[in-house]
């Protein structure tokens, strides 16, 4: 159980064009998920919390109209990244809170983001 | 959220067992330590959770002393699929809205 998906798991984009990631708890509901940006050979950075049905919570230094969260049911929250540059190719990765349970988080496998 | 401190990184053997410590010196009354694994180009995986004493379960345990300041992961008896990131954090899970702060993390390296 508690199974989170991501959608693609890779993705190479030209420049300038806009990409969305999805995330989805496959069999539980979520009502907060997070975002999180890894660059080779470093930590997660947590990038904002996406609650359902309210608009997300960005962390300093995120900017929040380049990375739209959007989180419409208790099982899906989409990350865009808009107008894509070089500089944003990263793994980005989220997580899912389980409805009630703060105490464990389930991440899912990964989004590799290649901007040429 | 409190700060951790590990080792970059470790290296071991296989059939070892592996203590990895991370000190957590601000560690608050309402905060829990919780370890993941992450392998390369893949999400991190829950290990295990404590708040005091000593946690284990079939994967790991983990070694808190009376004053929280510290905690140590056990892993017994590795094997070559335990070559991963291993990340300490402490934290409320109830506070902050349940977000979590990823430090640098312990690369452990098994070698047979």
């Known amino acids: 159980g508690a199974v989170v998906s991501q959608h693609p798991s890779r993705v190479i984009c030209k420049s300038g064009t806009s990409v969305k990631i999805e995330c989805r708890s496959l069999d539980f509901q979520a009502t907060t998920m997070f975002w999180y940006r890894q660059f080779p050979k470093q930590s997660l950075m947590l990038m904002a919390t996406s609650n359902e049905g309210s608009k997300a919570t960005y962390e300093q230094g995120v900017e929040k109209d380049k990375f739209l969260i959007n989180h419409a049911s208790l099982t899906l929250s989409t990350l865009t990244v808009t107008s894509a540059h070089p500089e944003d190719s990263s793994f980005y990765i989220c997580?899912?809170?389980?409805?009630?349970?703060?105490?464990?988080?389930?991440f899912g496998p990964g989004t590799r983001l290649l901007v040429l | 959220l409190a700060k951790t401190t590990q080792p970059i990184s470790m290296d071991s053997y296989e059939g070892q067992e592996v203590n990895i410590t991370c000190s957590h010196n601000n560690i608050a009354t309402n905060d829990y330590i919780t370890w993941y694994q992450q392998f390369p180009s893949q999400g991190p995986r829950f290990i295990i959770q404590g708040y005091k004493t000593k946690v284990t379960n079939e994967v790991a345990s983990l070694f808190i002393p009376a004053d929280r300041k510290s905690s140590t992961l056990s892993l017994p008896r590795v094997s070559l699929s335990d070559t991963a990131v291993y990340y300490c954090l402490v934290g409320d899970p109830r506070a902050e809205g349940g977000k979590l702060i990823f430090g640098q993390g312990t690369e452990l390296s098994v070698k047979p």
């Open positions: 997580s899912a809170e389980l409805a009630g349970d703060q105490e464990t988080q389930y």
